[in-house]
């Protein structure tokens, strides 16, 4: 706490310069009006990696093995999946999405990807893993609270939900604290994860039936010629 309040003056400078350079992206991108859905993706967050595990998996044993082979890439798409239905949900045409990360190359990725995409200009950081000292680690934690107050002034969120054993995301859980989003402005990556396994295993499911009702009709018309 009194480390924070020591730099807060800092965090408020940080946090001015980025929000006059969203305005300024806003009103080139003529998006002053749209609606902002904010994005954080940590990719050694064990929220993200367990939703991206079971989207990806094929078996209730795959899901339990160790997430750390998932894909940056991956978790992106989940994440834009998920803030398409935020969207969605609320009638938000065209909203814009803020994201936070800690990789340049999902930053990169995610503008290669979609219009309207807004990357925060704090660079990677963790707090308390970063081996830092003097003004590299005052710049760095300066950062990523600017990256927070960030998430928190959006109109939705993207997040993590804590279920079943799954690690929730502290940050996005905190901008969503701090900016006092009603329900409806949240959506999980966990419940989007969920429902299009859902749908993955309906279509394997619908393809093996398939498979079945085409055998057993070569065999009846096998039957009936001989």
Same mark, same amino acid.
């Given at each position: 706490?009194?480390?924070?309040?020591?730099?807060?003056? /800092?965090?408020?400078?940080?946090?001015? /310069?980025?929000?006059?350079?969203?305005?300024?992206?806003?009103?080139?991108?003529?998006?002053?009006?749209?609606?902002?859905?904010?994005?954080?993706?940590?990719? #050694?967050?064990?929220?993200?990696?367990?939703?991206?595990?079971?989207?990806?998996? @094929?078996?209730?044993? #795959?899901?339990?093995?160790? @997430?750390?082979?998932?894909?940056?890439?991956?978790?992106?798409?989940?994440?834009?999946?998920?803030?398409? =239905?935020?969207?969605?949900?609320?009638?938000?045409?065209?909203?814009?999405?803020?994201?936070?990360? #800690?990789? /340049?190359?999902?930053?990169?990725? $995610?503008?290669? %990807?979609? $219009?309207?995409?807004?990357?925060?200009? $704090?660079?990677?950081?963790?707090?308390?893993? @970063?081996?830092?000292?003097? @003004?590299?680690?005052?710049?760095?934690?300066?950062?990523?609270?600017?990256?927070?107050?960030?998430?928190?002034?959006?109109?939705?969120?993207?997040?993590?939900?804590?279920?079943?054993?799954?690690?929730?995301?502290?940050?996005?859980?905190? $901008?969503?604290?701090?900016?006092?989003?009603?329900?409806?402005?949240?959506?999980?990556?966990?419940?989007?994860?969920?429902?299009?396994?859902?749908?993955?295993?309906?279509? =394997?499911?619908?393809?093996?039936? %398939?498979?079945?009702?085409?055998?057993?009709?070569?065999?009846?018309?096998?039957?009936?010629?001989?």
């Amino acid at each position: 706490f009194w480390y924070l309040f020591r730099i807060g003056r /800092e965090v408020e400078a940080g946090l001015l /310069e980025e929000l006059a350079r969203f305005r300024k992206w806003q009103k080139w991108e003529n998006r002053e009006t749209n609606k902002v859905i904010a994005i954080h993706v940590r990719t #050694d967050d064990e929220a993200m990696k367990r939703a991206n595990t079971m989207l990806n998996s @094929s078996s209730d044993h #795959d899901r339990m093995q160790s @997430s750390s082979e998932n894909d940056p890439m991956e978790m992106l798409t989940l994440a834009l999946k998920t803030a398409d =239905r935020l969207a969605r949900n609320n009638n938000w045409d065209k909203p814009t999405l803020l994201l936070a990360a #800690d990789r /340049e190359d999902v930053k990169d990725e $995610a503008l290669r %990807r979609r $219009a309207g995409v807004y990357p925060t200009h $704090a660079r990677p950081f963790h707090l308390g893993f @970063s081996e830092c000292a003097g @003004s590299a680690c005052l710049n760095g934690t300066v950062a990523v609270m600017v990256d927070l107050f960030m998430l928190a002034l959006a109109d939705g969120l993207v997040t993590a939900k804590k279920s079943k054993g799954w690690g929730a995301s502290g940050f996005s859980k905190l $901008a969503r604290e701090i900016g006092m989003y009603p329900g409806e402005a949240i959506l999980h990556v966990a419940q989007i994860a969920a429902e299009l396994q859902h749908q993955k295993r309906s279509g =394997r499911k619908r393809g093996r039936q %398939r498979k079945k009702h085409g055998r057993t009709r070569e065999q009846n018309a096998s039957g009936r010629e001989g």
